[in-house]
């Protein structure tokens, strides 16, 4: 079974600084998607960035980048130059098959990030 | 940006009743899905549709249970007899062709009492 393990449960980092989450997951498929999603207080879901299991360059969206190993089945989020507005909890997401119509997003437990002025 | 569109935002109900959570997905999209997050644990899948058919479902997804996409453009969730253990917030997801990203509704915080 695919799982998604998220292992802080909890980050502070301070306004400006470089903040890393972790994330693993466990799989035997090859075509895969990989996601990190932000969810402040307001508690939408956002996609902050995805990453195709089967490209190897790393995803970026501006202050945010990902480590994507996949042969350690690492996908790490790394958040530069943090601002007030990142404080949220993010969940690490994987899915298989996305293109298709079956396919599920499965969650980790998820890091709460707090963001220090 | 297009959005998917939940109502209520908040709903309380009692023990027994049946609710329906609605969503309005975005217009041109073909995949729908319902997940759930209980307060302070991770977002869980649901149930996907598409072709006017269940896809997939998880084993959440009982006889409790039951999506329909009754005019083109509204999808929702019915819970025929909600016990405590229903609440939570209940997110709607929906895309468009395949490998586009998902988008989520702001979701609706179902209060079983």
């Known amino acids: 079974a695919q799982t998604v393990t998220q292992s802080q449960p909890e980050m502070s980092v301070q306004e400006a600084e470089t903040v890393t989450l972790s994330c693993t997951y466990d799989?035997?498929?090859?075509?895969?998607?990989l996601f990190w999603y932000k969810q402040p207080p307001s508690r939408q879901m956002i996609l902050v960035i995805r990453?195709?299991?089967?490209?190897?360059q790393n995803a970026t969206e501006n202050r945010f980048s990902v480590n994507f190993q996949k042969a350690a089945k690492s996908f790490s989020l790394k958040i530069s130059d943090s601002q007030l507005g990142d404080a949220a909890m993010y969940f690490c997401?994987?899915?298989?098959?996305?293109?298709?119509?079956?396919?599920?997003?499965?969650f980790g437990k998820g890091t709460k990030l707090s963001v220090k002025p | 940006e297009p959005e998917v569109t939940q109502t209520p935002s908040h709903q309380v109900t009692q023990m027994g009743q049946e609710v329906i959570l609605r969503c309005v997905p975005i217009?041109?999209?073909?995949?729908f899905y319902w997940y759930r997050q209980i307060l302070g644990q991770k977002v869980e899948f649901l149930v996907s549709?598409?072709?006017?058919?269940?896809?997939?479902k998880s084993e959440i997804f009982d006889d409790q249970f039951s999506v329909e996409r009754p005019d083109g453009s509204n999808f929702t969730l019915k819970i025929r007899s909600t016990k405590l253990e229903d609440s939570a917030m209940y997110f709607c997801?929906?895309?468009?062709?395949?490998?586009?990203?998902?988008?989520f509704g702001s979701g609706t915080q179902l209060s079983v009492l």
């Open positions: 990453q195709e299991a089967y490209k190897q």
């Open positions: 217009s041109n999209h073909l995949y």
């Open positions: 549709f598409y072709n006017n058919e269940i896809s997939e």
């Open positions: 799989t035997s498929e090859s075509d895969y998607y």
């Open positions: 997401a994987y899915n298989w098959n996305y293109g298709g119509s079956q396919g599920n997003l499965i």
């Open positions: 997801a929906s895309r468009g062709a395949r490998r586009e990203k998902l988008f």
